[in-house]
């Protein structure tokens, strides 16, 4: 077999009221090669590892087939594994593909729709971005069921592709409990989570910063430094032009407890993206009471949140440093607005959904195409399970 198949855990007992029992419980996840490697962290890495994790934990057989190439553009080999790999699985079997993979892979899927139960799990649509609109519509349409991880990007594919509204569901990301940010008196200590490309807005960052180089901050940049070389060298050269080089730390690439520290030093998340399906480093500072100020884009809104209060953040226009500087001027500059975004962002720390619910809302849409959805004994008793503030 040209992928590398693994069995992520043992099949463990049922857990909790949330449970899913089926009588098919066997799931081929397909994922793209360095979903493990620290140096490449992302969204859509940490969530199919933990789904894998998760689905492992109430039961499911997980068998994940990780598969080599540059995917979304794969090459000639990269799709010859991946054929190789679907091949070998079993008539009937549930195959649930990662987008990355599936939106540039119509000529292997498609083929097998027929042979194999095909789920596809779109993080992001990648339609007239990475690949042609008509072969990523392709592989979604010939799939059994589609699962997106936001509501914004299941209305994307609805409204882009057609699809049928009942073959596509949402398993948006978890969040695990994080330790309470105390916060400082002047809410000086800035963190920006993602890897450093032009897609995650850093330069209207810096510029924005720049405006403010007479308040008393510290912005600490988490993220891959080497994606994008040139950006980052670009970036280095405007901080230093704006006189602010000394207070903006490159941190490359976090995760465990470095993070988990940086996160519980921060004030405040900064996350000027240009374009997210969810933002799950929204939620994950949500998850230890740090307030966020983020672009109003795709799904940030819907990680974001809000309470009875209000939201727990600002919401900014992208490609807008004025914006962007004026929100996090009035942070800096406004203690009785630090103070309600901080409550605020406390208590939508205690609403935010757990991983199980992540695993729950995928094993309904598996079950759905596996054919046992009427065997299944589920209890949907909790949309979102929170924790205690």
């Known amino acids: 077999m040209g992928g590398r198949a693994r069995e992520s855990s043992q099949r463990t007992g049922l857990r909790g009221p949330a449970s899913?029992?089926?009588?098919?419980?066997?799931?081929?996840?397909?994922?793209?090669?360095?979903?493990?490697?620290?140096?490449r962290p992302s969204g859509g890495n940490r969530y199919d590892r933990r789904l894998c994790r998760e689905l492992a934990a109430t039961g499911w057989d997980v068998r994940e087939l990780v598969v080599h190439g540059s995917w979304p553009r794969p090459e000639a080999r990269a799709l010859s594994e991946l054929a190789r790999t679907v091949a070998a699985l079993p008539d009937g079997a549930v195959v649930l593909v990662d987008g990355l993979i599936a939106s540039a892979a119509g000529s292997v899927l498609v083929p097998e729709s027929d042979r194999v139960r095909l789920v596809v799990l779109v993080h992001m649509p990648f339609g007239d971005v990475a690949v042609p609109a008509r072969a990523e519509s392709a592989v979604l349409r010939h799939a059994r069921a589609v699962v997106t991880t936001s509501s914004w990007t299941?209305?994307?594919?609805?409204?882009?592709?057609?699809?049928?509204?009942?073959?596509?569901?949402?398993a948006r990301p978890g969040a695990d409990p994080g330790e309470l940010a105390p916060g400082t008196s002047g809410g000086g200590r800035l963190l920006c989570v993602g890897a450093v490309v032009p897609a995650k807005g850093h330069d209207v960052l810096l510029e924005a910063l720049g405006g403010l180089a007479d308040r008393p901050w510290h912005c600490t940049v988490v993220g891959s430094l080497d994606r994008d070389p040139g950006f980052v060298a670009g970036l280095r050269r405007r901080a230093a032009d704006r006189g602010i080089a000394d207070r903006i730390t490159f941190a490359g690439p976090r995760g465990g407890p470095a993070l988990t520290d940086g996160k519980r030093r921060a004030d405040l998340l900064v996350h000027a993206s240009r374009l997210e399906s969810y933002g799950m480093v929204v939620t994950e500072a949500l998850s230890f009471g740090l307030p966020v100020v983020a672009t109003d884009v795709g799904g940030v809104p819907e990680a974001l949140g809000r309470t009875a209060a209000g939201p727990p953040g600002l919401l900014v226009p992208p490609d807008d440093p004025a914006?962007?500087?004026?929100?996090?001027?009035?942070?800096?500059?406004?203690?009785?607005?630090?103070?309600?975004?901080?409550?605020?962002?406390?208590?939508?720390?205690?609403?935010?959904?757990?991983?199980?619910?992540?695993?729950?809302?995928?094993?309904v849409a598996l079950a759905a195409v596996g054919g046992t959805v009427g065997d299944a004994v589920i209890d949907t008793r909790a949309e979102t399970v929170g924790w205690a503030p």
């Open 154 to 170: 299941r209305d994307r594919l609805l409204d882009r592709y057609g699809l049928p509204p009942d073959r596509v569901r949402v």
């Open 20 to 39: 899913v029992a089926l009588g098919r419980t066997t799931v081929h996840v397909v994922l793209p090669d360095g979903v493990d490697d620290p140096a």
């Open 323 to 363: 914006a962007l500087g004026e929100a996090l001027g009035a942070w800096l500059g406004d203690p009785g607005l630090r103070e309600r975004l901080r409550r605020t962002a406390r208590e939508r720390r205690g609403s935010l959904a757990g991983w199980d619910a992540t695993a729950r809302q995928m094993a």
